[in-house]
């Protein structure tokens, strides 16, 4: 392939033609097509530090592993360091048995190899394995405006969303590609007119609903599409606190992994939304009203896939996406008090709270407060919960999460938070009582 | 009776099988999980959120799909699941296709070597007129027969 729809500079031309060699040459091709696929007329220079999704070395992803090489075999290197998911596994603060353990290895055998590649290719640093590395702490936050080529969808939707970046929801393995030339095609949410939402979403409920909740009503209703979210700075204000980014992140999370939403707008809340207000919105844009009735509904649609309804968890997971460090603070002070208001010590179950390594590192560091942790049978890890399930070992176990995410690719059932911070402490909980 | 729609042939070719068919969008992920980890041959379908597919074998069948959802890995998992031989023969876009199936099917093409044809633009009838199970033709052009 030497001609294209696009309007190629002289040297992106080059590249294409072969000049630099095949391996780059298949590379432009790839994010060529990839844009022609969109009506993308040009390509443009990514502006930061790139994120990628592919933080595991599963033995299947062969074909991935093969791109990789060929790409250090020929010498490149990302244009900008780069970040990337969670690692799948990290036994001191999540342990397994020794079947699961083997059958881990059988599952990731090609973590150490793949870790390597990474490295090779750009990978900022031994912390950068986290889906919230736009975290301050992290330090891969993208201006607003900045031009990416970024994957991992909850990452995507809060680059777009509240910091006011450009990227598009890109694939593993495109990503990638765009990071080594340093182009990404111009389509979609790079556009003024990708922005535009084509949803309007009218919250209605009678108090602050569920963000894990909200944002899967959203994500099921609108897939793909862009919405305009009305009526949530009632509860959240207007200021982008770390509480409320907490709040944005889940419901974000939450619409991309069960719709394809990659950008959303919060009236008087998220940057866009506040310079242009309800001019985002497109002509002809639909309604969708989500009262406490609606998040009952969304809700009572979850399949549950425990084989015992009954059964007392073998594990919480919360942190899907990373807890941010007001999050991870919070829930040690709020399954401590609630330990306390039913006279224990420890909760019922081991509870795994996920973090992005700088901020995990920030408490684990602290003998005081690893101390009182252990005691609590809490503990503060790195890993990818979904990873984690990945294993079909630890997929037949009972594993709750407050997370929409992992509900979406697991069999972990879902809480809202006031129940399973109750299931921790007491190993049961009185459902149907709280969506929001 | 057969109908016939036309589309954007994106990785054109021309093929004919079975037809399984989601009115809802396809989580790559969700769906080819189970069968990656266990290292399948088949592909049957493991996201409990389709009720169009859950369960059923995917390897194979021209899919017909409003688009893809879910992770951001979709193109990843659809470059092994072709690196496997358990790819779909075709996929079906009734909508414009998204970024993530149509980065995972150019990476097949390109790196892997290995084709699924692409149709898009199928339009919004196209999945109410077609049902799991018909025989599906596909022409290079993006001319697409269901009967």
Known sequence: MTDSKMNLTPEEQAILDGKQGSVLAKAMKSVVLYGEAFGAGKLVDIVGDQHMVTSFGANTIKPYFSMMDELIHAGLKTRHPFTVDPRPIEYEAVNVNPLQKLVNKLVFGKQADYEKQLKALGLRNGNAFTCTCYLPEVGNTPKKGAMLAWSESSAVVFANSVLGARTNRNSSGID????????????????????????????????????????????????????????????????????????????????????????????????????????????????????????????????????????????????????NHYQLQNWIERISGVLKEHGLTRTKMPVALSTAPDIADLFRNDPAIRAKLTAMNISITTICPLMYMNNPLCAREPIATNSNKLRTYSTARFFLDDEIVELMCTGSVRQGEKTA | MSRTFKGRPLLAGACQGEALVTHGGLNTLASYERALVLHSKNAVCSDQNNPDLYKKDMAGKIICLPQTIGSTTGGLVLMTVCSVGSQPKALLFANHIDSLAAAGVILSDIWVGRRIVVVDQLGPDFLSAVESGQTISIAEDGTVTAS
């Open chain 1, 176 to 323: 990638i590609l765009c990071a080594i030339l340093g182009k990404a095609p111009f389509f979609g949410f790079l556009t003024d007119e990708g922005r535009q939402a084509t949803w309007k979403i009218e919250i209605k409920t009678s108090k602050r609903p569920n963000a894990q909740l909200l944002g899967s009503a959203i994500g099921l209703k609108v897939m793909e599409a862009v919405p305009y979210i009305t009526g949530l700075d009632r509860f959240l204000g207007k200021e982008l606190t770390p509480e409320v980014e907490a709040f944005l992140k889940d419901m974000g999370a939450a619409t991309a992994s069960n719709g394809a939403v990659g950008l959303y707008h919060v009236e008087n809340v998220t940057p866009e939304a506040k310079e242009s207000g309800d001019r985002l919105l497109a002509k002809g844009y639909r309604t969708y009203a989500i009262d406490d009735a609606e998040l009952e509904r969304v809700r009572a649609s979850y399949p549950v896939l425990w084989s015992n309804l009954n059964a007392v968890p073998r594990r919480a997971f919360i942190g899907c996406p990373h807890l």
